[in-house]
């Protein structure tokens, strides 16, 4: 019995693409299972893994890495992903199969959930109990856990990014790399990614790694009024996020944004301006390990979660932390 975690690359950047920090996460999460020990499986880069993947999967502890060859997967298509992790499972023997909450893991988790008709865990935060496996995993935008039980021959289940902090094995490994090859069919593959293109003015990935957030909501004004959060960010060494209607109303884009339906968020810091903290944007920076709220009216819920607040005027306090800095 041992377990299998569905990893995935790091958006591409300079050097060499390594694993995900979603991805280090989830072997981190798969350590606490039961077992003879962790597998991973990475679908979409053909041919060999690269140095940085494999020395990222030896702290992590992994024993084999599954890949595949085939050039058509080189697109996204969760169907033909999926039988590629299947057939991990297969050679594997693996009673667990995670993957990270991505959008991505939780598709693909969800096809092989069907192929062997099991129930699916998406968002797991912890574990509950081993034998019989019982899990909590986040509902509602985050707002709310749920236990929900994974018994029989297969548990499968996403675990939610942050739910754990990635850190190394206490047994490192010297991973081997092994192909697994799979038939695809045409309906394997009649959804597929066709075409990708680079967003404009960054990434997702600058904005989940940050350690010190400074994020803005409506209570900002207009798009022209970010100077002193942008300037703040800067100076802490951290990174811009908005709440959704702050990308509704097209005042920054949407990569920028925090919370269900944008990027989930871990900083040390999270400083939020502005921001009333609707489940949504909620469930996307509850992790963070301190929330310093910026408000005018005090009995807003992200006030009243936030660990310190302020009450004022963001372009009042703002300006003013910059001055205490200097």
Same mark, same amino acid.
């Given at each position: 019995m041992s377990?299998?975690?569905?990893?995935? +690359?790091?958006?591409?950047?300079?050097?060499?693409?390594?694993?995900?920090?979603? *991805?280090?996460?989830?072997?981190?999460?798969?350590?606490?299972?039961p077992g003879e020990g962790v597998h991973a499986v990475l679908v979409g880069q053909v041919g060999? $893994?690269?140095?940085?993947?494999?020395?990222?999967?030896?702290?992590?502890?992994?024993?084999?890495? #599954?890949?595949?060859? %085939?050039?058509?997967?080189?697109?996204?298509? /969760?169907? /033909?992903?999926?039988?590629?992790? %299947?057939?991990?499972?297969?050679v594997s023997g693996a009673a667990y199969l995670l993957g990270g909450g991505t959008p991505c893991g939780n598709e693909v988790l969800a096809h092989v959930a069907a192929i062997h008709d099991v129930? +699916?865990?998406?968002?797991?935060?912890? =574990?509950?109990?081993?034998? $019989?496996?019982?899990?909590?995993?986040?509902v509602v935008g985050g707002a709310v856990l749920e236990r929900i039980g994974l018994g029989g021959q297969l548990a499968v289940a996403s675990v939610a990014g942050h739910a754990v902090a990635?850190? $190394?094995?206490?047994?490192?490994?010297?991973?081997?790399v092994e192909q697994v090859a799979v038939e695809l069919t045409p309906a394997d593959l009649v959804a597929q990614v066709r075409r990708?293109? *680079?967003? @404009?003015?960054?990434?997702?990935?600058?904005?989940?790694? *940050?350690?010190?957030v400074v994020g803005?909501?409506?209570?900002?004004?207009?798009?022209?009024? #970010?100077?002193?959060? @942008?300037?703040?960010?800067?100076?802490?060494?951290?990174?811009?996020?908005?709440?959704?209607?702050?990308?509704?109303?097209?005042?920054?884009?949407?990569?920028?944004?925090?919370?269900?339906?944008?990027?989930? =968020?871990?900083?040390?810091l999270y400083l939020a301006c502005g921001i009333s903290g609707a489940i949504q944007h909620w469930a996307g920076c509850s992790s963070s390990r301190t929330i310093i709220a910026v408000n005018t009216d005090e009995e807003a819920p992200m006030v009243t979660k936030a660990r310190y607040a302020v009450i004022g005027d963001m372009h009042e306090v703002l300006p003013a932390l910059l001055d205490e800095l200097g």
């Open positions: 377990v299998l975690v569905l990893v995935e +690359m790091e958006d591409p950047g300079q050097g060499e693409a390594g694993l995900s920090v979603v *991805a280090e996460e989830t072997l981190t999460f798969a350590r606490g299972l060999q $893994p690269g140095e940085r993947v494999l020395a990222q999967c030896r702290e992590q502890g992994v024993r084999t890495l #599954f890949v595949s060859t %085939d050039a058509q997967l080189e697109r996204y298509a /969760a169907l /033909a992903w999926a039988r590629v992790v %299947d057939a991990g499972l297969q129930p +699916m865990a998406a968002n797991v935060v912890h =574990i509950v109990q081993l034998d $019989p496996l019982e899990v909590e995993r986040q990635p850190a $190394p094995s206490a047994e490192p490994t010297q991973p081997t990708s293109e *680079a967003r @404009e003015g960054g990434d997702t990935s600058a904005l989940a790694g *940050a350690s010190v803005v909501g409506r209570g900002v004004g207009g798009a022209d009024r #970010f100077a002193a959060a @942008e300037a703040l960010a800067e100076r802490l060494g951290g990174s811009v996020g908005v709440s959704r209607v702050v990308t509704s109303l097209g005042w920054r884009p949407h990569h920028e944004q925090v919370g269900q339906t944008g990027s989930r =968020i871990s900083p040390d």
